[in-house]
């Protein structure tokens, strides 16, 4: 229980994906500005990371390790996500179109987003995951760190639009320091998941 | 043709270069600059990725069909990513530790994936690795400018000796996530006031060939 509350913590708060590990920042940057595309591409995120989770942990643990091909991690990981979003895509488009309507135009974003990757090859490197639930669990915490870190900066962006910003700063660099911003205020959890349990 | 060849050179260190112009690649951009040294590490590993996958995909331009180019280009490129990663294991196991997962992520860097699409997959093979070779060079000037400016303000030093030590107190919060941000839109917005201002095509041209072109930002303007 404690190691899905650290799990939980870390992955929202503390090492959130995209203001503390730099993750997913092109999506982040490009598609907050408005909070229903934001909140779209999110959970278009989050579910195709723990998908790829359940796909390449497994094939991480008992194929590539016991054979010695580790090296192939890279490799192999990109791969199985390019095919598992074409896969996904066509199954919702076949099986649930609403929901291929709702979340169709984000998957084809989502092969080339680090942060699925990223979270895919993280989990062999936290210590705090160390079972395939574990695994599973921290590819959700990290979507849901992504969604909140979206839906916060869709609110930010949308003061933005009202202000009065020196020509220079308009755009990208105004967004920029906003986002410099909001990372500040998350480094206030700092220490939160292992201060929690002494 | 001898123009031609230099401008292609010197088209991704200033005019169109990917971190500052273009505004791709900010993951490793804004993650591992927080000193000079690691900053040349990342560029240089990227610049090999990105020449060997321009001249491979330009080679192969003829052979591989419309339909399943970007997956077979982010084949080619997770091949070489993966040697460079092995390579950097065996020379450096420091700067391994320092880029950590960042170093497998120049798979998903839009920058190279840019660049086959919009360059390697038109062109020649000598002028695909001019190409690749410049965008590597702005992209490694791009982001040794940050980690100067990170490492310099957070911790003193510069490539890890002492410089500012005892005249300024060193600022850690720009070794700090938000210190990449804002270093790096401080520069954005630089590079926009010093570049021209009118040419609003180059600023596109980048992610044309990125899937998220239509959603994403930069149809609003890039620095504009």
Do not use: W
């Amino acid at each position: 229980m404690q190691m899905v509350i650290t799990i939980l913590i870390s992955g929202i708060l503390t090492d959130n994906f995209v203001l503390a590990k730099f993750l997913g920042i092109c999506p982040f940057l490009g598609v907050s500005k408005k909070l229903d595309t934001a909140v779209g591409m999110s959970v278009a995120v989050t579910f195709v990371m723990v998908l790829a989770t359940l796909v390449t942990y497994p094939l991480y643990k008992y194929v590539l390790l016991p054979k010695s091909l580790d090296y192939l991690q890279t490799i192999l990981f990109i791969l199985v996500i390019a095919g598992l979003v074409q896969l996904v895509e066509v199954v919702l488009k076949r099986f649930i179109p609403p929901l291929h309507r709702a979340l169709g135009i984000y998957l084809p974003l989502i092969t080339t987003n680090c942060a699925v990757l990223g979270v895919t090859l993280l989990h062999f490197t936290n210590a705090n995951v160390s079972t395939f639930p574990l695994a599973l669990l921290n590819a959700l915490a990290g979507g849901l760190g992504f969604l909140l870190a979206m839906v916060i900066f869709a609110g930010v962006r949308g003061r933005l639009e009202t202000c009065d910003i020196p020509k220079a700063l308009q755009g990208l660099p105004i967004t920029l320091i906003a986002a410099a911003l909001t990372s500040l205020s998350f480094l206030g959890f700092a220490g939160l998941a292992d201060g929690l349990f002494g | 043709m001898k123009n031609e060849t230099l401008s292609t050179l010197t088209n991704g260190i200033l005019k169109e270069n990917p971190v500052l112009r273009l505004v791709l690649g900010t993951c490793p951009t804004l993650a591992i600059t927080t000193s000079a040294t690691n900053a040349i590490g990342m560029g240089v590993a990227a610049t090999l990725v990105l020449i060997c996958s321009n001249v491979v995909i330009s080679a192969l331009r003829k052979v591989i069909s419309d339909q399943v180019r970007i997956p077979a280009y982010i084949t080619i490129i997770a091949g070489f990513v993966t040697i460079v990663q092995m390579v950097v294991k065996a020379l450096s196991p420091a700067l391994d530790a320092a880029l950590g997962i960042y170093l497998p992520l120049i798979v998903v860097n839009c920058i190279i994936l840019g660049r086959a699409e919009m360059f390697a997959s038109k062109n020649g093979v000598v002028l695909s690795a001019l190409d690749g070779l410049g965008m590597g060079i702005g992209f490694t000037l791009a982001l040794l400018l940050m980690g100067c400016i990170r490492e310099l303000l957070g911790a003193g030093t510069l490539f890890g000796f002492p410089i500012t030590a005892g005249l300024i107190e060193p600022m850690t919060i720009m070794l700090l996530p938000p210190g990449g941000f804002f270093v790096f839109g401080i520069l954005v917005a630089l590079a926009g006031l010093t570049g021209k201002r009118k040419k609003q095509g180059s600023n596109t041209s980048g992610c044309a060939s990125c899937p998220a072109g239509e959603l994403c930002g930069k149809s609003e303007g890039g620095t504009e």
